[in-house]
């Protein structure tokens, strides 16, 4: 069964930057998979930031391209995200998931979660 | 991109049945059979529940099902179940390797 879990501060300052590890556990992230992040905002919806492949090859939410980075770190079995110039907007529950479904590899379906973390913007 | 639109709520009493709807563009829901269902209850993560419009991962009750018309996707959930009470989010395919979640729907079980 695979296994995510987030981690990173819970607590950032406006315009500085948000960083986040998801360490994958019991599959390897050098497999056939996407890796993904997704926020959740308190009290609101779900929200794609983006999909990572550990060759390098990745996609952005188009309304959060020009401040996120998401890379696979093979080394180290881990996902890693990066929001830069953050404001209080972007104070969310952080969830990494597996891009996936019982068919196989997809870049449309999430089918493994983290618990997600909670990151508050604020100074 | 826009989040795709959910009613922000449905209710049911226990044993009826409940549809869910989520309704898109030509830019996602309409252009692709790629839409998956995901049930989250209070914090805790999403679930899947339903995978390209109507297929149903192992351990899903059968009384989920979804479907899809031009660009309306659906989910019902038949014989409501206390259990069922949760928020149910709806996630489109959007070309280009992007996806786009709906604004979710609290279920309610009466």
């Known amino acids: 069964q695979v296994q995510l879990q987030e981690s990173g501060p819970g607590l950032v300052k406006p315009s500085e930057t948000l960083s986040l590890t998801c360490a994958v556990s019991?599959?390897?992230?050098?497999?056939?998979?996407?890796w993904g992040w997704i926020r959740q905002p308190p009290g609101k919806g779900l929200e794609w930031i983006g999909s990572s492949y550990h060759s390098g090859n990745t996609y952005y939410n188009p309304s959060l391209k020009s401040r996120v980075t998401i890379s696979v770190d093979t080394s180290k079995s881990q996902l890693s995200l990066k929001l830069r110039s953050v404001t209080a907007a972007d104070t969310a529950v952080y969830y990494c998931a597996r891009l996936g479904s019982p068919a196989g590899p997809t870049v449309t379906t999430f089918d493994y979660w983290g618990q997600g973390t909670l990151v508050t913007v604020s100074s | 991109q826009s989040a795709l639109t959910q009613p922000a709520s449905v209710s049911g009493s226990p044993g009826q049945s409940i549809t869910i709807s989520c309704t898109g563009t030509?830019?996602?829901?309409?252009?692709?059979?790629?839409v998956s269902w995901y049930q989250q209850y209070p914090g805790k993560a999403p679930k899947l529940m339903i995978y390209?419009?109507?297929k149903r991962p192992s351990g899903v009750s059968n009384r989920f099902s979804g479907s899809k018309s031009v660009n309306t996707a659906s989910l019902t959930i038949s014989g409501l179940q206390a259990e069922d009470e949760a928020d149910y989010y709806c996630?489109?395919?959007?070309?280009?390797?992007?996806?786009?979640f709906g604004g979710g729907t609290k279920l309610t079980v009466l």
């Open positions: 390209e419009v109507n």
């Open positions: 030509t830019s996602d829901v309409g252009s692709y059979n790629f």
């Open positions: 019991y599959y390897s992230i050098s497999g056939s998979y996407y």
């Open positions: 996630c489109s395919y959007a070309g280009s390797s992007s996806v786009i």
